[in-house]
T-cell receptor, first 110, second 113 residues
């Protein structure tokens, strides 16, 4: 079993839709959870960074962590074509080693 | 502008060549990382440097040789690579390492002929 599971997509949605991206993980000791956005031919860009369980909101983005279910989500409200990218979840113990999902490709069409 | 600059952006080399990838960070961070990104696979951590000392070598073949002369610069020296080494090589940095978020450059796309 992979440490982090993420549906590769592609996920195709119309502009304005609410997008839900998810990852599940197996190691209950993970404490730090991140979402990165990666545009084509670019490096991953940090979107959200959360510690332990709960919600964190930043503009149109909400990150949710449910440690009891070992499940994290990223919600994008009012999605825009510029949100079309690959979204990577990542998590770690209190170490330098980030464990990444394979990424979900999102396409938002006008 | 990401704050982490990688050069070159693209590199094509033969299996017998020697080349180097360069990474420079302008964020005042003191931990730097090399990752490999291959299609349909998660990012793989290769090396970690904290305060210019290597703290992790994630079972990487010796044909990859990192160098960190100071906290702002990181190199990856390449020699006698294999076709399966073709990938996007990403550099990242963070403040103090550990629980601090990592910030990535745009990578070097490496193709081995």
């Amino acid at each position: 079993q992979k440490e982090v599971e993420q549906d590769p997509g592609p996920l195709s949605v119309p502009e304005g839709a609410i997008v839900s991206l998810n990852c599940t993980y197996s190691n209950s000791a993970f404490q730090y959870f991140m979402w990165y956005r990666q545009y084509s031919r670019k490096g991953p860009e940090l979107l959200m960074y959360t510690y332990s369980s709960g919600n964190k909101e930043d503009g149109r983005f909400t990150a949710q962590v449910d440690k009891s279910s070992k499940y994290i989500s990223l919600f994008i409200r009012d999605s825009q074509p510029s949100d079309s990218a690959t979204y990577l979840c990542a998590m770690s113990l209190n170490t330098d080693k980030l464990i990444f999902g394979t990424g979900t490709r999102l396409q938002v069409f006008p | 502008e990401t704050g982490v600059t990688q050069t070159p952006r693209h590199l094509v080399m033969g299996m017998t060549n020697k080349k180097s990838l360069k990474c420079e960070q302008h964020l005042g961070h003191n931990a730097m990382y090399w990752y490999k990104q291959s299609a349909k696979k998660p990012l793989e951590l290769m090396f970690v440097y904290s305060l210019e000392e290597r703290v992790e070598n994630n079972s990487v073949p010796s044909r990859f040789s990192p160098e960190c002369p100071n906290s702002s610069h990181l190199f990856l020296h390449l020699h006698t690579l294999q076709p399966e080494d073709s990938a996007l090589y990403l550099c990242a940095s963070s403040l103090t390492g550990g629980d601090q978020p990592q910030h990535f450059g745009d990578g070097t796309r490496l193709s081995i002929l």
